[in-house]
């Protein structure tokens, strides 16, 4: 068994070889800005070509002119929502959910202080919208709405195409974080009611600190960073020409083997997860079990702590994760848990594993040997652990998303 077996991949993914090859003469040898007119100028602006063509292909986005490059995930959320509002300024609303990614959330909690009305559609408990609050929510005040494609830390697969329809049935731009689902299911943007999409290269084998904001044709969205006329005026900047190459060779191999790879990859994680639940009687699946990206795996063992089960899977070598990346670290239960109305004895418990092409069988199976006596040793510790968490739920009010001001949003 390798000494490290990494199931954070909705966190970060290691990058491709074949990718890394791609990038790496970008900083050697094909260094010239692609803005300078002379041959190492060209070099590199043709390349960039390529990439945007490659991205495209991978969105099923009708013309590659519809790609701009960002620095990563976050830059493409903040893009979308900021320009949409700097054209429509007479709407106030902003429709979202609340189990959006920070990236999203904390811009949209900042919006709302800044005198935006926001709109946060709620969650069932298996992680699933309610389109009627949707269509109900929308009024001729809504500047945009927003929502993810697939959750981060439960993979929930929100119907885009049923969302869209009715967003655009009543003129309203619609902006799409598909980060989690780039990569993963076949998208194809032409032939969809999304207007923007937002797309970041770490979540598939390309590298960090570079991203992608799909642009409908027609659709106008003002620059949020302005300076020079890089990415035809719409994102200044110098362009990160190695880490864009490496974002359209990851989408080229994306587009090849996805459908192969997350077949193999959700048989694994089915594996994994099959045998959990069989050999952890505390465990529970969070998030609806079928709409689900193939490769996630949210799992809550009864009274324990997620933070606990990761400190000892560590020390077998196996890197998971409680949430997402942005929340490791922090004790606060997770504001998807808490939107889903978890109950208190299975929040604090969850793990998320998430695979990628790199993962195994035998990897899988090391994992479903060492669960079962990891779990067995914290739920010996935990009988104070219940009784707290029993204390918690007779106290009225704690605990309890619909009860807290800030669970049902954050
Ligand atoms: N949106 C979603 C759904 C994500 O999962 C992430 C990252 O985890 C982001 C946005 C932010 O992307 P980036 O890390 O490239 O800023």
Redo the contacts with the bound molecule.
Sequence with gaps: MTSEIYFDN???TRVRPEVFEALAPYYAEFYGNPSSIHRFGSQVSHRLSEARVQVASLIGAADPVEVIFTS??????NAAIRGLLEMRPDKRQIITTQV?????LGLCQHLEKKGYRVTWLGVDQDGMLDLDELREALTDETALVSI?F???ETGVIFPIEQIGAIVKSKGVPFHV?A??AAGKLALDVKNSPVDLM?L????FHGP?GV?ALYVRRGMTVPPFIIGGHQERSRRAGTENVAGIVGMGKAAELALKSQKEDFARIGALRDQLQNSLLESCPSARVNGDKVKRLPNTLNISFRYLEGESILVLLDQHGICASTG???TAGSSEPSHVLRAMRTPADWLQGAVRFSLSRFNTEDEVRFINEKMPSIVKRLEGLSALGKLAVQHRNQTPGSDNPAASEQGGRL
């Design positions: 909705n966190a970060t990563c995930g976050t830059e493409g959320d959006e990614h920070p990236a999203i993810m697939a959750n981060n974080d980060v989690q937002t970041s290269a770490h979540k960090k991203g997402s990346a942005c």
